[in-house]
């Protein structure tokens, strides 16, 4: 458990490793550290493979969670999930790429995925009360799921392999993003 | 050094406007002007005041009891020991004479106006900002640069349906205002309530989409926005920054996790094992306070940052539940 702040300049993110050594405190069993946010964007870049679960704040997580889309070959492939206690929403981690409307090159995997754990959602969430364990089966069978295969290149020609065969691979590469190299609606 | 004359008079702030009380209808606002022969930078000082809307003028307490109060006061008893200025204490005093103590609307009212025509004077006679003057006698002298102030609006009127409350408040932050002020119980709870969630709500999510996801609460959502439609400042509409927020959804999980066969940007062998999940915290922080950033003519841009404990305990409780359920955190954390 890696918590990912910015505590040696900002009061906000002192406060913030506090809470979080709190939490982790309650947690003993499960092995906690923490890491400067300038530090962690060099590792994920150097040996993303060593780390299992990080937090981190709202901007910081925004950063990162798009080093780590390209990390595994980009945005078009990226699920994720928003979850509160009420609700959840799923969404891939892409924009609108209105650059490439009508072109047949937006990449339904992360749409895909994102629906994915959605399902799994649903299923865990009426089988376990606990938001918890949903998510986070929920996050590592979408990923367990995806198998690659670069055959498929087209927008609809990965959504009719995944109707065929629904387990099967996601297309290869990123979402464009949009026009001004900007993501669009994915804030 | 004396007072030469206090003037008086009313003016209309008539208007179509209305709280939950009252119709502007009517309303007037007591303004005075406290003229002492004290010469400053080639003009005599003149303190004014005036009063806030909604209290109607306090002409017959300012002109039958206060002002003559003043005006008949010894000069000496209105000065400070110096005799350099007026002391605004002591033209309290006079000024409350035979005034019964105790709470008086109308008459607090009158008094705050001369109060500020007073305080003006003596500003003015000391050639100073009165923020300098109060910094100097009541704190250790250093002032707020940039003082809080909020703006107050959102009456009803005739006519005034939500877009054009959203667009008036929309006005007021484009201003530069961080803070605005709404009047309510003037209408129904629910037209009430419907104001206030459009004025929350200020910015450009469709207003519906949100009530339906309320009411689906599993939510698959798509991409949303053009690189041309922005607001007037720039920024992008953000519709899913709303949702996070209107539906509370604090933990922001994003899955990384490497898929064999796909061209990979690294080449260490290794990057195939990448495999973790990042929880992000999705409600505070900066993009918290995302309506709140301010441009300062002058060229300065400022945004403020927010981070508390509520908002941190849940995406923390949920991360670790989530290393606990995930598997073999303990083996792997680096």
Known sequence: MMCVDKSNVLQSYAFFREIFDETAARHPHLRADHCYVDAMALN??????????????????????????????????APSADIG??????QPCHGSAP????????????????????????????RVPSCVAAAAACARRSSRRSRADSSSRSSSGATRARRASPRG??????????GTGERRGSG | MRIVDIREGAVSLRSDISNAFISFAE?????????????????PAIGYGFHSNGRYAQRSILRERLIPSLL????????????????????????????????????????????????DAVAKIEEQP???????????????????VYAAGGYYYPGKDLGALQEEMRSYLDLGYTVVKMKIGGASLSEDRARGEAVLHRRFAPRRDHERGHARRRILFGAMGLPHVRISDGREIAPQLDLRERLHLYAGVRSVKAIAGLPLPLADPRALEVDFVLVRESTERLFAERE??????????????????????????????????GGPAEDRAA
């Open chain 2, 72 to 119: 008949t006061a010894e000069t000496e008893a209105l000065l400070n020991d110096a005799h350099d200025n007026f002391d605004p204490g002591r033209m309290w005093a006079a000024m409350m004479r035979n005034e019964k103590p105790g709470g008086r609307g109308e008459r607090s009212v009158a008094v705050g106006t001369l109060d500020m025509a007073i305080w």
């Open chain 2, 130 to 148: 009165l923020y300098r003057v109060l910094a100097d006698r009541y704190g250790n002298g250093s002032a707020e640069e940039s003082p809080f």
């Open chain 2, 292 to 325: 709140s950033g301010t441009m300062k003519p002058a060229g300065e841009a400022r945004d403020s940052l927010v981070i508390s404990r509520a908002a941190c305990e849940r995406p923390f409780d949920f991360t670790f539940a989530l290393a606990r359920v």
């Open chain 1, 44 to 77: 994920l870049v150097a040996k993303p493979w060593s780390y299992d679960v990080m937090v981190t704040e709202n901007m910081f997580g925004d950063i990162l969670s798009d080093l780590g889309a390209a990390l595994i070959g980009g945005m078009g492939i």
């Open chain 2, 27 to 43: 309303m007037d606002a007591s303004i005075v002007a406290l003229v002492t022969d004290v010469v400053r930078d080639g003009r």
């Open chain 1, 169 to 178: 691979p996601p297309l290869a590469g990123g979402q464009r993003r949009a």
């Open chain 1, 85 to 90: 206690s009420g609700h959840a929403l799923f």
């Open chain 1, 99 to 126: 650059d490439i409307i009508g072109t047949g090159r937006a990449n339904p995997t992360a749409m895909i995925l994102s629906a994915a754990m959605l399902l799994d959602w649903l299923g865990e969430t009426r």
